[in-house]
Nanobody, 115 residues
Framework: QVQLVESGGGLVQAGGSLRLSCAAS????????MGWYRQAPGKQRELVAT???????NYADSLKGRFTISRDNDKNTAYLQMNSLKPEDTAVYYC?????????WGQGTQVTVSS
């Protein structure tokens, strides 16, 4: 009932920036919250950031000051601005949303940071 499509991943040098997008098939007014997770090879999937309908945000402590989550209601899209990227940020980044009493996931987008 809710489809999420990520875009904006790619290859970037250390210290550079990327902006990820997550387009939702349903108006985000009906979505209680959205967020980003990431998973590196051989590691657990971890929380990056979340944002509520009221625009309250939450970040992993290690990412505060470098990553910013936001949303655009007119485009039904959430964003993740990533600055000062490090090689350890290399991972598949997944968009997630909570709506209609359940959690939905996108297919993921690859982010690779070279040294």
């Amino acid at each position: 009932q809710v489809q999420l499509v990520e875009s904006g991943g790619g290859l970037v040098q250390a210290g550079g920036s990327l902006r990820l997008s997550c387009a939702a098939s349903r108006s985000i007014f009906s979505i209680n919250g959205m967020g980003w997770y990431r998973q590196a090879p051989g590691k657990q999937r971890e929380l990056v950031a979340t944002i509520t309908t009221g625009d309250s945000t939450n970040y992993a402590d290690s990412l505060k000051g470098r990553f910013t989550i936001s949303r655009d209601n007119d485009k039904n899209t959430a964003y993740l601005q990533m600055n000062s990227l490090k090689p350890e940020d290399t991972a598949v980044y997944y968009c997630t949303a909570v709506a209609l009493g359940r959690q939905y996931w996108g297919q993921g987008t690859q982010v690779t940071v070279s040294s």
